[in-house]
């Protein structure tokens, strides 16, 4: 049989989203249990009732499928699978923990090293964005575009404030407005939505906090690449990528040289 059209995924991904968002909602605003990781990073009984849910609604439909998770222990056995589920139950689980709405649901496939179906639930916000492959990218059903800025200076970019270290800008920290938002998947579906012009993080970036969200901005338009301007790819051993730079093509450009990255 062959394997679903992207289509196919983008719908199940959708459906499993909307169903454990709800299930997020149940806990948010209200105390849920919460502890530090090894790495010290929040998680919490959502993230885990969440994950669960999704990973049992995503695999009964595609079996054949990997699994890759945040809150799932990693195993060797989605670097065999043609396709693999690469999820974040809850991206942006401090700002769930504090009330705030800026938290999403990250999912995507990903075949063969690239994303090709990807859905950013944000439930508080009742917001989903999605994209296939070679498709547009979509918010609750309306097409989106990138910021049209052609000029780096004066853009607004989402990014920590880390970002504008001047050690990490040989020629200067260009003249930039700084925002921020939680959840890295969102600040790539605002990127595509055209709200921000440009996002940007530099440290390491693990795949199920982007896989969906870089499809997405890219769909609408966006440049997106690791900070050394490489294309990025999914299911890795080591599922971390080296930072993500998301902008229209002309701001990408002036990102990367400003960053003194190798040009192509």
């Known amino acids: 049989m062959p394997d679903p059209a992207p289509a196919e995924d983008v719908a199940l991904l959708a459906q499993a989203a909307a169903d454990a968002g709800r299930i997020a909602m149940r806990f948010w605003r209200r105390d849920p249990t ?3 990781k090894a790495d010290t990073s929040p998680v919490s009984e959502a993230d885990i009732a969440v994950d ?3 990973k049992a609604a995503l695999l009964s439909a595609r079996p054949g499928y990997g699994w890759l998770s945040e809150e799932t222990p ?3 056995a989605r670097l065999s699978a043609d396709r693999v589920f690469i999820v ?4 942006g689980t401090r700002a769930f923990l504090a009330g705030e709405e800026g938290f999403a649901l990250s999912l995507a496939v990903a075949e063969h090293g690239r994303v090709i179906a ?3 639930h944000l439930p508080a916000m009742g917001k989903i964005y999605a994209a296939e492959l070679g498709g547009p990218a979509l918010l609750d059903g309306r ?3 990138v910021s049209p ?3 780096l200076a004066g853009a607004d970019v989402l990014a920590t404030r880390a970002v504008f270290s001047a050690d990490l800008w040989p020629g200067g920290v260009p003249d930039l407005k700084r925002s921020f938002r939680s959840s890295l998947a969102h600040r790539l579906c605002l990127v595509a939505e055209g709200r921000f012009d440009a ?7 693990h795949e199920w906090d982007i896989a969906a969200g870089s499809l997405i901005a890219t769909c609408a338009g966006a440049c997106v690449t690791d900070c050394q301007g490489r294309p990025l790819r999914f299911n890795a051993a080591e599922p971390v990528a080296d930072g993500t730079v998301a902008a229209p093509p002309a701001l990408h450009r002036q990102i990367m040289a400003g960053l003194g990255a190798p040009q192509a």
């Open 88 to 91: 974040d139950p809850i991206d």
């Open 34 to 36: 919460a502890w530090a």
């Open 52 to 54: 669960t849910a999704l």
């Open 199 to 205: 996002m940007l993080a530099l440290r390491p970036a």
């Open 118 to 120: 990807g859905v950013v």
């Open 149 to 151: 800025r052609t000029e």
């Open 143 to 145: 097409a989106l575009a």
């Open 74 to 76: 990693d195993t060797p």
